[in-house]
Nanobody, 123 residues
Framework: QVQLVESGGGLVQAGGSLRLSCAAS????????MGWFRQAPGKEREFVGA????????YYADSVKGRFTISSDNAKNTVFLQMNSLKPEDTAIYSC????????????????WGQGTQVTVSS
């Protein structure tokens, strides 16, 4: 089985930056996607972005494109979410998840989830 642990969340002022980490352990994979999602109170879980573990291809939601960057350190089985120019509307619990499929924006296609880390952006 796969275990995912997010870290790096916290409180930051608008315009600031945070770097989230997602450490994976357990079963290893050769080719799949790691996705980042977020969920704010009263809202549906929202796709943030994803990265292909083998090739490093990245995909982003329009709401974060140009501000967020996903990268990976395969040797450490870790995926990162660099968040710049943060806005109050970015406030949410951020979770990472894995999928072997190609439909990345639907959270129901993901098999394993981390516990989430809180990101709060103040104005």
């Amino acid at each position: 089985q796969v275990q995912l642990v997010e870290s790096g969340g916290g409180l930051v002022q608008a315009g600031g930056s945070l770097r989230l980490s997602c450490a994976a352990s357990g079963r290893t994979f050769s080719s799949y996607h790691m996705g980042w999602f977020r969920q704010a109170p009263g809202k549906e879980r929202e796709f943030v972005g994803a990265i292909n573990w083998s090739f490093g291809y990245t995909y982003y939601a329009d709401s974060v494109k140009g501000r967020f960057t996903i990268s990976s350190d395969n040797a450490k089985n870790t995926v990162f979410l660099q968040m710049n120019s943060l806005k109050p509307e970015d406030t949410a619990i951020y979770s990472c998840a894995t999928t072997f499929g190609a439909i990345l924006r639907n959270p129901t296609n993901y098999d394993y989830w981390g516990q989430g880390t809180q990101v709060t952006v103040s104005s």
